[in-house]
């Protein structure tokens, strides 16, 4: 079966979307200067145009192999699974190619997960944070105005590793990133990056900067706030 690289001639002509094909992907991320970074699991890639993940997909999986070479034991490993996941960021127009992009990277790590731990060493922990450090970093918008579909700045979370177990998480604009600035500092609660993870019958609460505490990896999905 042949690799779908468009949705429609009309999508094509409307905002000139055509998907990556596989062969391409590989080709590119075999290159010696890439290759380095994929095998790091502090290097970041950020994809602004995602659409449904060809490119992240198969960094993500490059980058779990890669941690099991690093890993001093399964506890270890957890983290690093999630500190490599940690790493990758997208960004992309179309609502549909978002939601698709999500759940090919929600598949793809839950499946690496469930291959390489047993039953017994499976934590939900950290299923339940991977899929708020996919949340985060997956955002529907233009990278060019840097806007979500709402108008509203692109925010993304930095995952900084504190000692062996814990992380620290920051929030910037792209904007911020782009411009080489610091942290938002105002970043507000009421996000417009899509979470196809959130509760939406719940009432959005009162619009308030957002900091958050060091906690360990697998505590990321607990979201504490300072």
């Known amino acids: 079966m042949s690799e779908k690289i468009i949705k429609s001639a009309d999508r094509v002509k409307n905002i000139g979307e055509v998907f990556t ?23 970041t890639f950020l994809e602004p145009s995602a659409g449904e993940g060809a490119f992240l997909v198969e960094i ?24 490599a996941l940690s790493t990758l960021y ?7 190619n978002v939601e ?22 499976q934590n939900q922990k950290i299923l339940k944070s991977a899929n708020v450090i996919i949340s985060a970093n997956m955002a529907q918008g233009n990278a060019l105005t840097r806007k979500t579909a709402t108008g509203n700045p692109i925010v993304f979370s930095e995952w900084k590793p504190v000692g062996k177990s814990k992380v620290q998480r920051t929030e910037y604009t792209f904007d911020s990133i782009v411009e080489g600035s610091g942290p938002t500092g105002t970043v507000q609660e009421h996000s417009e990056q ?32 300072a």
């Open 60 to 83: 993500l999986k490059r980058k779990l192999l890669y941690a099991k070479t690093q890993a001093n034991g399964k506890k270890d490993l957890q983290n690093k699974f999630l500190q």
């Open 21 to 43: 094909p596989q062969k391409t992907v590989d080709f590119m991320l075999d290159q010696p200067e890439i290759k380095a970074k994929v095998n790091s699991l502090t290097a």
């Open 194 to 225: 899509l979470d196809l993870f959130a509760d939406f019958d719940a009432e959005p609460e009162e619009t308030k900067a957002i900091k958050y505490i060091p906690v360990k990896w697998e505590d990321v999905y607990k979201q504490l706030k």
């Open 90 to 96: 997208g960004i992309e127009l179309m609502e549909d």
């Open 100 to 121: 698709m992009l999500v759940m090919n990277m929600v598949n793809t790590f839950r499946d690496a997960y469930f291959n390489t731990f047993s039953l017994e060493e």
